[in-house]
């Protein structure tokens, strides 16, 4: 939603002083002072004229690097600065290179410092000045298409500048580099319009071309485009993808890592892809998944280009979940970053490929492209009620899901053709970049953390500002009201999660939540929430409650002798008479996959054990959860 602007004003009053973009693009001048700038829409179309590139060019690169966000002077993780994302290896080198000087030995890949030669202007102001950043872009951009022997001017035709926007890229790989240009042209057919993260609103019509994808071969890259039918990675052809291993090894007498040999779907169905961060560096990553005593996962991804390592195949069981039942049915992506920093590390080269990755992975495995089935680690369910409090809350409240499922090709639902009523289901979309929720201890205790999008919005245990948030009594035991600190996902409604509202009280909505009521605020004018139809799940008339569950294991007649049964235990949250859940899926496995030695000793191990017993997975509160059919009566909501 839309009603934050003194959170906006504030941010964008953290901006630095601007430096001035009106330089020759002869010569290149001295420093530039700084003077305020125009607006940035305004300074796309100045550095486009200057330059001589194509304005929807350079809208398309900077939307496709940084979606025309500016950070406000600080940098991605692979050192990139402003809507244009110009790169340097060591920020504090900017302070202490001025510009004119020559670029060093090895600053071939500084494009912050060639832009400063390119067009006079301070690496600082380049870095802290949003203005000056296009601009410099923009030099870059020319240089590149003059090198190539290319026709220059901002009235050449779009298609025209394929290979200098690959060479944009960075990519020294011909699949990275044509990645990235398909990318840009992607956008620039289908055009795009947004408020970044300081308010400001660009635009750029949709502007169908035929890129010039021959001009490719002129920037002389490495490598051809992978041959995936004679790959080891399960990846798309389009996805700088590497096969590393995760180790299926003996560690000691009895035991063994770091993952599971199975033949899925054959052995159970694959329904999920779970979206993990990895609290760690990527080579730190890669070591972890290359240990056979540690845990595992299907792929890592890094943050700085959403370069892509296997190390686990589809059909495997990895162990990634936290919940074997989820581990069973899911493939798990980590990727390079940090929960409480957010936007620092998921950066739009991460969510493209990642979106990529799973595009690909959902087609071949049949998995419905929803939140439902496209989930973070923080919606896992713990598998017995000692585990609950324990589970992960990855990637965490700066992960644009909205964004995300975007570059997917599957929105978020956000539109309102049915009334938000009492018994209709509900998705939550609040937006992002102009959604800034107070955040707490990001970086240690009592502090709170730094303004920027979320993607959720708070559950109070009133219709009021004031009222406190409502429990989780599985996260809080001693049945206190959740907390605002950054790992606390207890009162959170997170985009694309469903609910079934309860009552409404002016421009608050009620919605059943882990057995209460749990309130938000969602005005008809500017609303977080949006009515859709579906199934949802009720308690069988006569019963006060319903149990519900973190995994959906079968009934004890169902396994076989020499496979002990697994017991059902129910979590420490109930349905109540008169509450209603949305389904995500009401076709589910009830199955457990037995595998507890390494070589798979038949007839009992490595066994897909299936039951009866029919369970439904539900939205429950910020976590999935199933529920027996026998127990519940599944129809349509209102």
């Given amino acids: 939603m839309r009603r934050r602007p003194k959170i906006l004003a504030a941010l964008a009053a953290l901006a630095l002083p601007i430096a001035a973009t009106g330089v020759s693009s002869g010569s290149p001048p001295a420093a530039v002072a700084a003077t305020p700038a125009p607006g940035l829409a305004a300074a796309f179309q100045s550095a486009a004229q200057q330059y001589g590139v194509p304005e929807s060019v350079l809208l398309a690169v900077s939307y496709a690097q940084t979606r025309w966000d500016d950070h406000q002077g600080r940098s991605s993780t692979s050192g990139g600065f402003g809507p244009m994302h110009l790169t340097a290896a060591d920020p504090s080198e900017l302070v202490e290179r001025s510009a004119g000087q020559k670029l060093a030995k090895g600053d071939s890949l500084r494009t912050l410092y060639t832009a400063s030669d390119l067009t006079g202007l301070d690496p600082v102001a380049l870095r802290n000045d949003p203005a000056a950043n296009v601009a410099g872009g923009a030099a870059l951009l020319a240089s590149y298409q003059k090198s190539l022997g290319l ?8 298609a025209d500048w394929y290979a200098a926007v690959a060479k944009y890229s960075g990519s020294s790989d011909r699949v990275g580099a044509s990645a990235f240009a398909d990318d840009v042209y992607g956008i620039l057919a289908r ?10 609103q660009v635009s750029m019509p949709a502007l169908k071309v035929t890129p010039q994808r021959e001009q490719l071969s002129r920037l002389k890259l ?21 096969w590393l291993p995760a180790p299926y090894q003996v560690t000691a007498p009895g035991d063994y890592g770091n993952h ?5 779907p054959k052995t159970g169905k694959i329904d999920y892809i779970v979206i993990h961060d990895t609290e760690t560096s990527w080579e730190g ?19 700085s280009d959403g370069h892509t390592w296997q190390h686990v195949k589809a059909k ?7 919940n074997w039942y989820v581990n069973m049915h899911s493939i798990g992506i980590e990727h390079e970053g940090f929960a409480a920093e957010g936007a620092t590390w998921y950066t739009e080269a991460l969510y493209r490929n990642s979106a990529r990755l799973v595009k690909y992975l959902a087609a071949k495995n049949n998995i419905p492209l929803d939140r439902a089935h496209i989930i973070g680690h923080d919606q896992i369910p713990g598998t017995l009620p000692s585990t609950v409090a324990g589970m992960h809350w990855d990637p965490g409240p700066y992960w644009d899901w909205e964004h995300y499922f975007d570059l997917l090709g599957a929105p978020i639902y956000g539109h309102q053709i049915f009334p938000v009523k009492a018994g209709s289901i509900v998705t939550i979309k609040p937006g992002f970049d102009d959604n800034v929720q107070v955040v707490t201890n990001c970086t240690g205790a009592g502090t709170t953390c730094a303004p920027q999008g979320t993607n959720f919005v708070y559950l109070r245990q009133a219709p009021d500002d004031a009222a406190p948030l409502v429990k989780d009594l599985g996260l809080r035991p001693g049945s206190s009201a959740s907390t605002t600190q950054v790992s606390d996902i207890g009162a959170r409604a997170a985009a694309g999660s469903q609910y079934v509202v309860a009552q409404r009280s002016g421009d608050w909505v009620a919605v059943w939540y ?8 969602s005005p008809a004018s500017a609303p977080d929430a949006f009515a859709k139809p579906g199934l949802v799940v009720k308690p069988k008339p006569g019963k006060v409650s319903v149990p519900v569950y973190g995994r959906a294991y079968p009934e004890q007649s169902a396994y076989p002798e020499g496979i002990p049964y697994q017991t059902v235990t129910p979590l420490q949250y109930s349905i109540g008479a008169g509450q209603a859940y949305p389904v995500g899926d009401a076709t589910i496995e009830t199955d457990y996959y037995r595998a507890t030695t390494f070589d798979g ?21 910020h976590r999935m959860a199933y529920v027996r059919a026998a127990d519940v009566d599944l129809r349509p909501a209102v």
């Fill in 151 to 158: 026709p220059v001017g901002a009235d050449t035709s779009a």
């Fill in 191 to 200: 055009g795009a319009a947004r408020t970044t993260n300081v308010g400001e």
């Fill in 222 to 242: 490495s490598g051809a485009a992978r041959d995936t039918a004679a790959s080891d990675v399960e990846c798309p052809a389009q996805l700088n993808c590497e």
């Fill in 260 to 264: 599971d040999l199975a033949n899925r």
């Fill in 285 to 303: 990553t890669l070591n972890l998944v290359q240990d056979p005593t540690y845990v595992s996962w299907q792929y890592t991804m890094r943050s």
């Fill in 316 to 322: 495997d069981v990895a162990w990634h979940a936290g």
């Fill in 514 to 521: 882990l057995g209460a009521l749990a309130w938000f605020k």
């Fill in 601 to 621: 000793r038949p007839p009992t191990d490595h066994v897909q054990v299936l039951g009866k017993d029919r369970y439904y997975q539900i939205w429950f509160g």
